[in-house]
């Protein structure tokens, strides 16, 4: 079994910061890729930000220079750091991780719930 826990969504003013956090859990082996999507009202998912283990990291265009993904391997986390953050980011954004679990060796993808950011005018 392997769960993305989310954390650090909520309301902000614009300008203002949030900071995502997403912790995988279970049976992992390893994690190929990890990152951020969302889905803007009444839109398709779309990426925020992802990256393969030890490659670079890409992001959607909308949120280049302003949003920053990390990783800390050894707690199978990613952190997505929202800089300047307008009404146009508001979304829900859901973790996505690529899990290789020791019960089933191969590469499953695997989503988070699901954590609403609200950015006001």
């Known amino acids: 079994q392997v769960q993305l826990v989310e954390s650090g969504g909520g309301l902000v003013q614009a300008g203002g910061s949030l900071r995502l956090s997403c912790a995988a859990s279970?049976?992992?082996?390893?994690?190929?890729?990890m990152g951020w999507f969302r889905q803007l009202p009444g839109k398709q998912r779309e990426l925020v930000a992802a990256a393969r283990s030890g490659g670079p990291t890409d992001y959607g265009d909308s949120v280049k220079g302003r949003f920053t993904l990390s990783r800390d391997g050894a707690k199978n986390t990613v952190h997505l750091q929202m800089n300047s953050l307008n009404p146009e980011d508001t979304a829900i954004y859901y973790c996505?991780?690529?899990?290789?679990?020791?019960?089933?060796?191969?590469?499953?993808?695997?989503w988070g719930q699901g954590t609403q950011v609200t950015v006001s005018s």
């Open positions: 279970g049976s992992i082996f390893a994690i190929t890729a």
């Open positions: 996505n991780a690529n899990v290789l679990s020791f019960t089933d060796l191969r590469p499953t993808e695997y």
